[in-house]
Structure formats: C-alpha cells, structure tokens
C-alpha cells in the first residue's frame, strides 16, 4: 500500500516525527509533499522560517519518508495522489473532513495530532524567550 501526506514541516519537530512514522506504518511507501514558501503565505499570510528546500531535505532524510516533492497548489491534491499512485491520504485530525472528497480514488484518513506542540507555538516561546 503507498501512502501520501502533505504538510509545511517548518521548525521540524517531534509531531512532524509522529505523524510521519505513523503514516508509513499505514503502508509500505510513504510519498511527502511539502507545502512550497509561496502556497504557505497564501494559506498563512506568513513565509516559512525553513526555505522549502531545507523542509524538504529534513523530510527526505527521515528513514520512514521514501519520496518527497513540493506541494505548489491545495487545487492539485487530486492530481498529486494520482501521479503518486497513493491508495491512502494520511493528515492530522486538524484536517478533519477538509479531504472527505478523495474519497472516490483513494482512502482518506485523519490521525489525532500530538498534543501541546506546535511549530506557532515553538516560535512564540522562543520569541518570549
Ligand atoms: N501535526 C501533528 N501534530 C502536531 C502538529 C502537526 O500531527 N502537534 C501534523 C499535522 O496535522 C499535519 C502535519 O503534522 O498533518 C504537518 O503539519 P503542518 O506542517 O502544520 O502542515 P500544514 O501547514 O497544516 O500543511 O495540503 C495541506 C497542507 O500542506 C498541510
């Protein structure tokens, strides 16, 4: 079974980990697309700490990531999962339901986040620090 999942993975840490190793234990091959710089100021009005080749190069390294290319666009999912030949789409359940519509090519399934860890949090903790 190929698995895929997306996310920004900025200030990489042990929740990105998790979800992760817990996606490639749904399967035999985990494929990761990384939110390019540009998609993430329009989706948080912010830029990356990270640049996207240096996530995509912390995601790449991981032992449970086989594949990684960057996500250009939240309206080519469809096409991401096909050309990955993905049967299932792993996010965490702050997704819930935003990605039921895949359900016609793929299964679709939302993992609990790790709790009380968050690349914003991490930021303003080091911000106050
Ligand atoms: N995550 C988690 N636990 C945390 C923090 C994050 O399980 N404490 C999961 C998220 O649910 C997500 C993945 O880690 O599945 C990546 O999180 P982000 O980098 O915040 O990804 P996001 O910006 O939500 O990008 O196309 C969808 C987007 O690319 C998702």
Redesign the pocket.
């Known amino acids: 079974m190929r698995v895929i ?6 200030v990489f ?1 042990v ?2 980990l ?3 190793e817990r996606a490639r234990e749904m399967g035999d091959h985990l494929t990761v ?3 390019s710089d540009a ?2 100021f329009d ?2 009005g912010r830029l990356p700490i990270y640049l996207q080749m240096d996530r995509l190069r912390l995601v790449e390294a991981l032992g449970c990531v086989d594949e990684v290319f960057i ?1 250009d666009s ?1 309206e080519l ?1 469809e096409r991401y999962i096909i050309d990955h030949r993905a049967d299932i789409l ?6 819930q339901g935003k990605f039921d519509q895949f359900e016609a090519i793929c299964q679709v399934c939302y ?9 914003t949090e991490t930021i303003e903790v080091i911000k106050n620090r």
């Open positions: 999942t997306f996310g920004t993975f900025d840490h929740g990105h998790n979800i992760l697309g990384v939110s998609l993430n989706k948080k996500e939240l999912k792993v996010m965490g359940n702050d997704w993992l609990p986040r790790t709790p009380s860890i968050s690349t």
